[in-house]
């Protein structure tokens, strides 16, 4: 009798216990979201509707203004489309080159963790102190690059970081040395989850060509991978500011000044934080408007699983 | 970044604590930024201070630069200050002075007795007196020098002995330095960075940034002009490299450029890394107008913040003995910079052994006559102004604008950026 009261009551109460140790358990993680990430992001978004700066208090509410601002702000629209050239530029470049480099070391015999090393280690290493040794390969007197052009015939080589011409673009292929170690290591580990059976079966079935078989077989099995690639280079590049801190510093003339530079002389040097909050929430919206463009498009194509 | 040290000030009170305490011991905190250029003349100013005043222990707070030096007072007035006296650039102090966090030192100094027996000149003053009060004491004052490659200026057929006094002359060194080839570029002018070299040019010509009641641009006119037509012909008639600082200073540095026009605070850097390169000389900055021209002054004042009385006394006692003739000594046998004290200026006693035997010292200090405040912009936007000044410049130092082009849209988009009058 005691047997059946208690079988009857323990699956409730253990169903009770069970819900409060999981709220318990996620209680710190739940907390520390709650404190750390989610009130200063409210934070963030509540300030770019004031006219908050560093060192004059209270801040006045003041509407969209900050928006309104950013809309007529030569200096603005010229760093967003100067991050849309950017990862123009970045995106498909690095995601093609990290491709193309995990096929060429998937295949290749010999000196696999080699050549994986070497491209990644732009990855693993500190960006600001790459860029100090960039600074100097590109140095229009002093650099290698000018120096071997010069050797090469041309007269008067560019002059890479200061020239409004070419920063953009100087910039970018720093940003694809840097991203295209980690697209292919992500590639490499979509590849080696690609069954080796069903290339040999295309084989087998007559497709004969190297590249028939990547483009009937494995480009299609990578999807999944693809679709991650691409996102989070685009998200990565996006992001590009250490690089523009420590060479350019935007100039010359804002040519190279991007979304989250301005973001950062807005609010740190112009003291402008009100300003520099509506520009975070602009860089969050594209953010978040990318990973739901991405996802949403290309989710039902790239399942084969 | 920050760093915090404390420093040990006086043996006497650490090891007898309950002796300094029963003798009043005040601890105060005090910001200064650049401790590259600036940390041994803070580390003399205060072994020299600790032996006068036992009792005051001296907290530090340091910042790489100005501008993180700027935040960090910012953000502490937002929370707590616990900084009380804190060294900041020129062109900053106007912000602190109308934002309330500087105090006027001018009825302290007054306390004392007479400012110019003290060796605080009106000339001195005015460094940092902005916001309408004495927002500050200059402690470090600088202007632009021209540093030069005596090596490549004789293979160019050069006297590095008599160097061009004009921009015509150097233009002319200059094509003939370029003209050795090999990538050798003549000279390069600091004109990114802020506004402060374009002041050098704007000021050689006797020009000055706004109107005396500051509600308009005061360099949209011929000085203005000029100073942009100047910059026009660097490039055009000097054949003047785009470079941005960095690179400037690198190539300088590595024997390819042949005059670098910038700070004389850069001095001892610039020493260093140039080692025995080549021959490093320092002259001073070609004339533009002889009787109207004047040079913009850098460098940092000491700014006091404490409300708290006691921490407030002690912090002015270090702003005090900082800028007076045995401080500024100490300060310019340390980093290079002008001295800010007259009687260290006027009296061979104090700094003229120094200057005998370090001769690249002399280029700044002989022309300290001509130096004027840094202009440092009313209002809110008062950083975002020289931006724009220096995106302007690039302009024609990229040929892409006219000077006449450039200074319409200059004065314009200044206008902008200035206060509204209220009301």
């Keep these: 009798m005691s047997e059946a009261a208690l079988s009857g009551a323990l699956p409730h109460r253990r169903r009770l216990g069970e819900a409060l140790g999981g709220w318990l358990l996620s209680l710190p993680a739940a907390l520390s979201f709650l404190l750390l990430l989610l009130l200063p992001t409210l934070a963030a978004v509540a300030m770019a509707f004031t006219d908050f700066e560093l060192g004059l208090w209270p801040p006045a509410w003041i509407g969209l203004e900050n928006f309104e601002e950013m809309w007529a702000d030569r200096g603005f629209r010229q760093s967003f489309r100067n991050t849309v050239v950017y990862v123009g530029l970045v995106a498909p470049a690095s995601v093609l080159l990290g491709l193309g480099l995990a096929l060429l070391i998937e295949a290749g015999a010999r000196g696999r963790a080699f050549f994986?090393?070497?491209?990644?280690?732009?990855?693993?290493?500190?960006?600001?102190?790459?860029a100090?040794?960039?600074?100097?390969?590109?140095?229009?007197?002093?650099?290698?690059?000018?120096?071997?052009?010069?050797?090469?015939?041309?007269?008067?080589?560019?002059?890479?970081?200061?020239?409004?011409?070419?920063?953009?673009?100087?910039?970018?292929?720093?940003?694809?040395?840097?991203?295209?170690g980690f697209n292919m290591v992500l590639f490499m580990a979509g590849l080696t989850a690609i069954p080796r059976e069903l290339r040999e079966a295309a084989s087998v079935d007559g497709v004969h060509s190297a590249f028939a078989r990547f483009r009937l077989v494995t480009w299609p099995l990578l999807g999944p991978t693809t679709l991650f690639v691409v996102t989070i280079t685009l998200i990565r590049s996006v992001r590009v500011f250490d690089t523009v801190a420590v060479?350019?510093?935007?100039?010359?003339?804002?040519?190279?000044?991007?979304?989250?530079?301005?973001m950062y002389t807005e609010g740190f040097t112009f003291l402008r934080l009100g300003y520099s909050?509506?520009?975070t929430l602009v860089f969050l919206v594209i953010v978040l408007a990318l990973m739901l463009v991405q996802t949403r498009l290309l989710d039902r194509r790239v399942h084969y699983g | 970044m920050l760093t915090r040290r404390s420093l040990p000030l006086i043996g006497g009170?650490?090891?007898?604590?309950?002796l300094a305490r029963a003798q009043g011991a005040v601890e105060i905190t005090v910001h200064y930024a650049q401790p590259v250029i600036f940390k041994e003349s803070y580390d003399a100013l205060a072994a020299a201070f600790a032996r006068r005043e036992p009792n005051i222990r001296i907290n530090w707070i340091t910042t790489p630069n100005y501008e993180e030096g700027m935040q960090l007072i910012l953000r502490q007035a937002a929370t707590n200050l616990t900084v009380d006296l804190s060294y900041q650039g020129f062109n900053r102090l106007r912000l602190f002075a109308e934002r309330g966090i500087a105090q006027d030192v001018m009825p302290l100094l007054r306390a004392e007795g007479d400012p110019a027996a003290m060796g605080y000149s009106p000339n001195i003053l005015a460094l940092a007196h902005f916001g309408g009060f004495q927002s500050g004491l200059a402690y470090a004052a600088s202007n632009p020098i021209m540093y030069y490659n005596a090596d490549l200026v004789r293979r160019a057929g050069g006297n590095p002995d008599a160097m061009p006094t004009s921009w015509d002359g150097v233009f002319e060194l200059s094509r003939r330095i370029k003209a050795l080839g090999g990538g050798t570029e003549g000279f390069w002018y600091a004109w990114p960075g802020d506004d402060w070299m374009f002041s050098a040019l704007l000021f050689g010509h006797g020009g000055r940034m706004l109107t005396e009641d500051e509600r308009d641009v005061a360099f949209a006119g011929p000085e203005g002009l000029g100073a942009l037509r100047l910059l026009d012909r660097m490039v055009k008639e000097g054949g003047m490299p785009n470079l941005a600082r960095d690179a400037a200073q690198q190539a300088f540095a590595a024997g390819r450029l042949g005059m670098f026009f910038w700070t004389t605070a850069a001095l001892r850097g610039t020493m260093q890394q140039v080692g025995r390169?080549?021959?490093?000389?320092?002259?001073v900055m070609p004339v533009i107008d002889p009787v109207r021209g004047r040079l913009p002054t850098g460098g940092a004042a000491g700014m006091l913040i404490a409300r708290d009385p006691a921490k407030r006394e002690a912090a002015w006692k270090f702003l005090r003995f900082s800028t007076s003739a045995e401080g500024t000594t100490l300060m310019v046998q340390n980093t290079g910079y002008v001295p800010t004290n007259q009687l260290a200026i006027d009296d061979p006693r104090w700094l003229g052994e120094f200057y005998r035997q370090n001769p690249l010292f002399q280029a700044a200090t002989r022309q300290a006559n001509i130096m004027i405040p840094w202009y440092a912009f009313p209002g809110a936007n008062s950083v975002r102004v020289t931006q724009t000044m220096v995106d302007q410049q690039a302009r024609i130092v990229e040929q892409r604008a006219t000077p006449e082009q450039v200074l319409a849209d200059m004065a314009a988009?200044?206008?902008?950026?200035?206060p509204r009058p209220r009301g």
Aim: positive net charge.
């Design chain 1, 116 to 130: 994986r090393a070497v491209f990644f280690l732009p990855v693993v290493s500190l960006t600001v102190a790459m």
């Design chain 1, 132 to 180: 100090a040794a960039w600074q100097y390969l590109l140095h229009p007197t002093i650099g290698p690059l000018n120096a071997a052009l010069r050797v090469l015939g041309v007269a008067s080589p560019p002059a890479w970081l200061s020239s409004s011409d070419w920063v953009l673009l100087s910039l970018a292929s720093i940003g694809v040395w840097e991203q295209a």
């Design chain 1, 247 to 262: 060479l350019t510093r935007g100039g010359p003339n804002k040519a190279s000044e991007v979304l989250l530079y301005t």
């Design chain 1, 277 to 279: 909050a509506a520009i």
């Design chain 2, 13 to 18: 009170a650490l090891a007898l604590p309950g």
């Design chain 2, 277 to 283: 390169n080549f021959e490093l000389r320092t002259t």
């Design chain 2, 413 to 418: 988009e200044v206008r902008r950026l200035l």
